[in-house]
């Protein structure tokens, strides 16, 4: 810390001498740090002149009150990220909010400090490091992870891998000695996987079966060797090549997979699908739920239902025929 507010002190041109009372915040050059720290922040021997400042922002209020003072002769405001007494986990912090109050208090700068541990021997515990670049995304049990429209990307994801699924046995499907049988047996077995994989959690809406559906179509026709220029009806090249339909396919898989959730105790992913909303609803249409498609053919005591597996393949097949139907 005392090398990090010196590097400061050094650049941020106002010299400690002149800035006087720092409630009043005066200054041509005046500068303020503030530090949003995680645990280990709250020693009190760490500023002069410490007080403490409640502040209320319009996104409510920050994870705790903030504590101004001097360090090393540079002005600062310090607020936990989790709270002093860390009851705020990660999902829970109120990052508008805290950065709004370090700006109500006359923040100029902000240090955002985190412990972590490093893959390189080079870096040791106490060595500081100030990042340059930051992963917004990445592949997790071959699924991509990433804060904002997860679902969406990952389908472009499993799009392009299965081209390239595709392309790695161009001369195979693209053998015309070869008969379509043995096309359509490496299409089910080596190119529909690469884009059903963990389909059973995705969200039961159209976008997301057409752009799926899209790219089977367009493949099949590349097995067959048919253009879409020459007007073949997509009915007659299910008929030459009989390939596993992929939208029927993730709709197996969804039913199988609620079955496995619900019957199953202490699940999280239980709890999120059995919860609704009581706080009042907002304008517009309500979003669907993937529980919603299965309460139009199996009631809404499907989560009894679900507990007999014979009963519950039974009213799956019915449910993946229905839907199939009511798609055409």
Not at 128 to 154: A, H, S, W
Request: net charge positive.
């Amino acid at each position: 810390m005392g090398i990090k507010l010196h590097y400061l002190r050094s650049h941020l041109e106002y010299s400690p001498a002149n800035l006087g009372d720092l409630s009043e915040k005066q200054g041509k050059h005046f500068h303020q740090v503030g530090i949003i720290g995680g645990s280990g922040f709250d020693d009190p021997t760490l500023f002069e002149n410490r007080k403490e400042v409640e502040v209320m922002t319009p996104f409510g209020s920050p994870s705790d009150v903030i504590i101004e003072g001097v360090v090393g002769g540079v002005p600062c405001a310090l607020l936990a990220r989790h709270g002093r007494k860390h009851q705020y986990q990660p999902s829970d912090v109120n990052y508008r909010a805290n950065i709004w109050a370090l700006k109500t208090v006359g923040c100029t700068h902000i240090l955002a400090t985190t412990a972590t541990g490093s893959l390189q021997e080079d870096y040791e515990p106490g060595h500081l490091v100030v990042l340059d670049d930051f992963i917004d995304r990445y592949i997790y049990l071959g699924q991509l992870m990433t804060p904002k429209d997860t679902i969406n990307k990952e389908i472009e994801r499993r799009i392009t891998n299965s081209w390239k699924k595709d392309f790695g046995m161009k001369e195979v499907m693209k053998d015309k000695n070869l008969l379509i049988a043995n096309k359509s047996k490496l299409f089910n077995i080596c190119i529909l996987p690469v884009l059903v994989y963990e389909s059973e959690t995705w969200p039961p809406t159209r976008n997301i079966t057409n752009k799926l559906w899209a790219c089977q179509r367009a493949t099949e026709r590349s097995m067959v060797g048919i253009n879409s220029i020459e007007k073949v009806r997509n009915v007659s090249l299910r008929h030459k090549t009989k390939v596993q339909d992929i939208t029927e396919r993730i709709r197996k898989q969804n039913r199988k997979w609620a079955g496995h959730m619900i019957r199953g105790k202490n699940k999280w992913s239980k709890t999120v699908t059995q919860w609704y909303p009581r706080d009042g609803r907002t304008r517009g249409r309500p979003q669907k739920r993937g529980e919603d498609d299965v309460r139009q053919i199996a009631g809404i005591t499907w989560g009894r239902v679900v507990i007999k597996k014979s009963e519950w393949r039974r009213l799956g097949e019915t449910f993946v025929a229905w839907q199939m139907n009511t798609q055409k």
